[in-house]
């Protein structure tokens, strides 16, 4: 399996720009999760979906960051308007459910995000 | 909600052995996960526990205790290319769907010649 891929890996806009990241997670996984990974905070949940469905977006910082999964092989994050502060790396993650044995994970290699 | 503590660096000699702590506080648990992270790399999976003891992997070895609210990860015969940030991290109740991980701000080791 090519495991979680991310796009772009690399991402630099201006202030007020609209930014879209892309995820495709592993086949069969039926859970998706989007983090941000900064320096002064760590590694944050955003959101995550199962089966497509979001079951918890309390860490969304705010309105203007949206995240959609229209199937189960496809999600988008939404910043818009960007702003400075929201530059760090984004990363996407799937899993299979927590019921199996040793329910692990994946990560995919990120988006670096520099709004400007 | 989740609180977890972990050292926030560490440095080890080659050859030697090390011991990265974690504590964690929580209104619920359902596992405790410990993952490795490259400087500029995704986080990759290295040991799992949910229940109480000790579970070993070739160089590693990760133990729990749920009672103390405790685990540890233990890494034997360090090597140059264990330099990385280990990041410890409980998982939720799993009811109702839930899967959520709580990530502590990661442990950063260095291995010194």
């Known amino acids: 399996d090519a495991g979680v891929i991310q796009s772009p890996r690399h991402e630099v806009t201006e202030m007020g720009q609209e930014v879209t990241l892309r995820c495709k997670p592993i086949?069969?996984?039926?859970?998706l999760f989007w983090y941000r990974q900064t320096m002064m905070r760590g590694l944050e949940l955003l959101i995550y979906?199962?089966?497509?469905?979001?079951?918890?977006d309390s860490g969304m910082p705010e309105d203007r960051f949206s995240a959609k999964m229209p199937n189960a092989s496809f999600s988008t994050l939404k910043i818009q308007p960007s702003e400075p502060r929201d530059s760090a790396v984004y990363f996407c993650a799937s899993s299979l459910s927590p019921l199996l044995a040793k329910n692990i994970q994946y990560f995919g290699a990120g988006t670096r995000l520099s709004v400007l | 909600g989740q609180n977890i503590d972990q050292p926030t660096e560490m440095t080890a000699t080659e050859g030697a052995i090390v011991q990265i702590n974690c504590t964690y506080q929580t209104s619920g648990f359902n596992g405790l996960f410990w993952y490795q992270q490259h400087a500029g790399e995704a986080p990759t999976f290295l040991s799992y526990n949910v229940l109480d003891g000790l579970e070993e992997k070739g160089r590693f070895s990760s133990f729990l205790s749920r009672s103390k609210g405790y685990s540890y990860l233990l890494l034997k015969e360090l090597q140059m290319k264990d330099s990385a940030s280990y990041l410890c991290?409980?998982?939720?109740?799993?009811?109702?769907?839930?899967?959520?991980?709580?990530f502590g701000t990661g442990t950063q080791l260095k291995v010194e010649l």
């Open positions: 991290a409980v998982r939720d109740q799993i009811t109702g769907g839930g899967n959520k991980l709580t």
């Open positions: 086949s069969g996984h039926d859970y």
């Open positions: 979906f199962n089966n497509n469905v979001p079951i918890d």
